[in-house]
């Protein structure tokens, strides 16, 4: 079973639940540990202001007192890749788990991102500068998981996943965008990569559910690289 989900929203970007009933449903769910990790300041309308992640962050602890050796809840945000080698992690607060992701709500105010933009809208990849610039803003920011990738822009898997594993970084196994096949994450796994599945959750129905994301790494044989996941023992 799946006993961690890092990557939850909320109403403080486009989720529709507050962190409250977040929690709630995480915990009815039987989750151990949960981050909210909305967009960060870089998705235009939509993105967290960097002092709403001061009140993200108050909301969080009141929920870690209220839950208290029921469950943990963990501030995350997800970054977004801006071009230039640069993601959009907070000042304000420091997040506990940073995911880095493409997304098309960015401002296409530099090269990369006005090509990426280009590619999410017409289909026609440069796969090697997605590549060159994800893999650069992997090493040079504090990054603990990669979010999607291979969702909105095409990158070259095998070097993406040899740069996560040698910086420690977790590929995830995303249920709402399953964005690796069961070859993408074999591929991985050959590379020393290691794996988290997260529910990417918006609504209230997907809090705790992992369903697609559970079958695809079965079908790739990973689960054991999977950090999140806790093998249960069959009922006799
Ligand atoms: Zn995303
Ligand atoms: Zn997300």
Redesign the pocket.
């Known amino acids: 079973m799946v006993v961690k989900d890092l990557?939850i929203?909320t109403n403080y970007s486009d989720g529709h639940c507050t962190p409250a009933q977040v929690a709630a449903l995480a915990y009815q769910a039987g989750l151990e540990t949960i981050a909210i990790?909305d967009?960060s300041y870089g998705s235009i309308m939509l993105g967290v202001r960097e002092e709403a992640f001061v009140r993200l962050k108050q909301d969080i602890d009141n929920l870690n007192i209220q839950y208290a050796g029921k469950m943990r809840i963990l501030l995350g945000v997800?970054a977004n890749l801006l071009g230039n080698s640069k993601c959009d992690i907070p000042k304000t607060v420091t997040p506990e788990v940073v995911?880095l992701?493409y997304h098309r709500s960015i401002l296409p105010n530099n090269k990369f991102s006005r090509s990426a933009l280009f590619q999410a809208v017409f289909r026609n990849y440069d796969t090697r500068r997605n590549t060159d610039e994800l893999i650069r803003t992997m090493c040079e920011n504090p990054i603990n998981i990669l979010?999607?990738p291979n969702e909105y822009i095409r990158i070259d898997i095998k070097r993406v996943a040899q740069t996560a594993a040698r910086e420690n970084i977790l590929i995830e196994i995303?249920n709402?965008h399953l964005s690796l096949t069961a070859d993408d994450l074999k591929l991985c796994a050959d590379c020393g990569a290691r794996f988290i599945i997260s529910s990417?959750a918006?609504h209230m129905k997907d809090v705790g559910n992992f369903e697609r994301s559970i079958a695809v790494a079965k079908a790739a044989e990973v689960m054991p690289l999977v950090v999140n996941w806790r093998a249960t023992r069959r009922a006799e």
């Open positions: 990557h929203h990790s967009h997800e995911l992701g979010a999607h995303n709402k990417d918006h």
